[in-house]
C-alpha cells in the first residue's frame, strides 16, 4: 500500500497522543539495538518474491535476518500507561547464485538482494506493575507505517530467448505498508535512565511490480529482539 491514506491512521495517532497533555513527568526517550528475524517459508505472505525466488535462487531465508537500530519517544498516560512513538532501521544485502545454472565456462551466475524496511510506529503499552517499580515489565500494540525497499542486482538468465542468455540489471521499487505492531518487554531504572530489554512484532507486506519481479508481493514481517537503553526527564 503506497497511497497517502496509508498514512492518516498513524498521524491521527500520534496527533492524539501529543495533545493528551499528559507527558509531564517521567517521560523519556528510548534507544534500542538488536536483531531482526523474518518469517520463515511457510509463514510468508502468499505471492512473496523470497519464496517465489527460492526455486531459482540459492540462498536461506535467515540470511535476511540483520541488525536492528531504533529510537522511541515515551510519554505517560497516568500510572499503568504510556503512549510511544519511534522509528525503526534494519537493513540486508544476501548474496545468491542460481541453483541449477551456471556459465557456459562453468562460473557462477550471482546478484545480489536487498531489503531496507524503516517502520515509523505509535504504540500504547500497559504497565501492570506501574512506573514507580523497581522492574517494570509492559506489553503494549499499535500501528505501523512501513517505508521499505526491496532490489535485485546482477547477472540473470533470459529464459525466453532461445540459448538462455545471460544480462546484467537492476530490479528495484520502493513503498510505504502499513500494518499492526506489538511489544513486549521489561526495564529497569537506574537514576535518570532505564535500561531492560524488549521483543517487537511487526506485520506488513507491500506490493511489487510482476512485471519486474517474479513474485507480487514482499513480506516484510518478523521480530526485533532489542537491548534497550532510556533516557528519562
Do not use: C
Amino acid at each position: 500500500m503506497r497511497s497517502r491514506s496509508a498514512w492518516t491512521p498513524a498521524l491521527a495517532l500520534a496527533v492524539w497522543l501529543l495533545n493528551t497533555g499528559v507527558a509531564s513527568a517521567q517521560q523519556h526517550v528510548n534507544f534500542s539495538v538488536g536483531y531482526f528475524t523474518v518469517r520463515g517459508e511457510d509463514a510468508r505472505v502468499d505471492g512473496d518474491v523470497l519464496v517465489v525466488n527460492r526455486d531459482l535462487f540459492l540462498f536461506d531465508f535467515k540470511d535476511f535476518n540483520g541488525p536492528s537500530f531504533g529510537a522511541e519517544y515515551l510519554a505517560p498516560l497516568g500510572e499503568y500507561f504510556e503512549a510511544g512513538g519511534g522509528v525503526e532501521f534494519t537493513f540486508r544485502t544476501v548474496d545468491t547464485i542460481y541453483d541449477d545454472f551456471v556459465r557456459p565456462d562453468g562460473t557462477e551466475i550471482d546478484q545480489q538482494l536487498k531489503l531496507r524496511v524503516m517502520p515509523i510506529t505509535a504504540t500504547v503499552r500497559v504497565l501492570p506493575l506501574g512506573r514507580n517499580t523497581g522492574v517494570q515489565p509492559y506489553v503494549g500494540g499499535g500501528i505501523g507505517i512501513f517505508n521499505w525497499r526491496y532490489s535485485e542486482t546482477g547477472d540473470f538468465i533470459d529464459f525466453s530467448v532461445p540459448g538462455r542468455p545471460v544480462f546484467r540489471d537492476t530490479f528495484a521499487q520502493s513503498g510505504t505498508s502499513i500494518g499492526p505492531v506489538a511489544v513486549f518487554g521489561v526495564r529497569v531504572p537506574f537514576g535518570s535512565g532505564t535500561f531492560g530489554g524488549e521483543v517487537r512484532w511487526q506485520k506488513a507486506e507491500g506490493d511489487l511490480d510482476e512485471l519486474d519481479f517474479l513474485g507480487p508481493k514482499i513480506d516484510l514481517s518478523g521480530f526485533h529482539y532489542l537491548a534497550t537503553f532510556g533516557i528519562r526527564f
